[in-house]
């Protein structure tokens, strides 16, 4: 079965300032990586998703990730955040499972951005 | 059409009650999924339906109940509940059951059990 794991709870960083958010995974398939994005009362938001090729992925609104396959990592990454981005991160993982796939999420991080 | 759109946005009810909890999609998605959300917590899988078909259950009460009526559609029946199923309930949809794919998301219907 498929697990994933956010290191960091809770994220206090001044407008400006670089962001990386750590995300590992377990799974001995082939998987697809994904961080979702969900502001305060609102829905879960696609920020960006890895499936093949170019391990750096560009996502909206400036973020970008990096999937290192030895570290099974997907880093999330922002070189300058905005009070806009405070929010709820969840990276997840969606793998196969027999006939059907399953999207696990990571615990959250939750990121506060103050002015 | 990029919307997954859930019915109603907040209920309350009580542990003897009977609900449904409906979501909709338009964007010819063959998956749908319900997920369990609790606060400061990540989405829980619940359901998964490919095709129409149930093709997953992640061991849910029975007092849940899931029904697919046809492609766009997906319910939740909702039957003697617990305060504990307090939650968000979140529908999503995607391409295919297959991995490769994204899901969307609905905005969530905030469940209050009293």
């Known amino acids: 079965a498929q697990s994933v794991s956010q290191h960091n709870h809770h994220v206090i960083l001044s407008e400006a300032a670089s962001l990386e958010l750590g995300c590992n995974y377990s799974?001995?398939?082939?998987?697809?990586l994904f961080w979702y994005v969900q502001y305060p009362g609102q829905h879960l938001q696609l920020l960006l998703k890895?499936?093949?090729?170019?391990?750096l992925v560009k996502g909206i609104k400036g973020f970008e990730a990096e999937f290192i396959k030895s570290k099974f990592s997907f880093n999330l990454r922002k070189p300058s955040v905005q009070w806009s981005d405070t929010a709820e991160y969840f990276c997840?993982?969606?793998?196969?499972?027999?006939?059907?796939?399953?999207?696990?999420f990571g615990t959250g991080t939750r990121l506060q951005v103050t002015l | 059409d990029t919307e997954v759109t859930q019915t109603p946005k907040h209920l309350v009810m009580g542990m003897t009650n009977k609900k449904s909890l409906k979501c909709e999609q338009h964007?010819?998605?063959?998956?749908m999924y319900w997920y369990k959300q609790k606060a400061k917590k990540p989405p829980e899988l619940m359901f998964v339906?490919?095709?129409?078909?149930?093709?997953i259950n992640e061991s849910v009460p029975s007092r849940f109940s899931p029904e697919c009526p046809n492609s766009s559609l997906l319910n939740l029946h909702l039957h003697a509940l617990q305060p504990e199923d307090s939650a968000l309930y979140l529908c999503?949809?995607?391409?295919?059951?297959?991995?490769?794919?994204?899901?969307?998301f609905g905005q969530g219907t905030r469940l209050t059990v009293v």
């Open positions: 999503a949809s995607s391409h295919g059951d297959r991995a490769g794919t994204e899901a969307f």
């Open positions: 964007m010819g998605h063959r998956a």
């Open positions: 339906y490919s095709y129409e078909k149930l093709s």
């Open positions: 997840a993982v969606n793998a196969l499972t027999g006939t059907a796939s399953k999207l696990t």
């Open positions: 890895y499936f093949s090729g170019d391990p």
């Open positions: 799974y001995g398939g082939t998987v697809n």
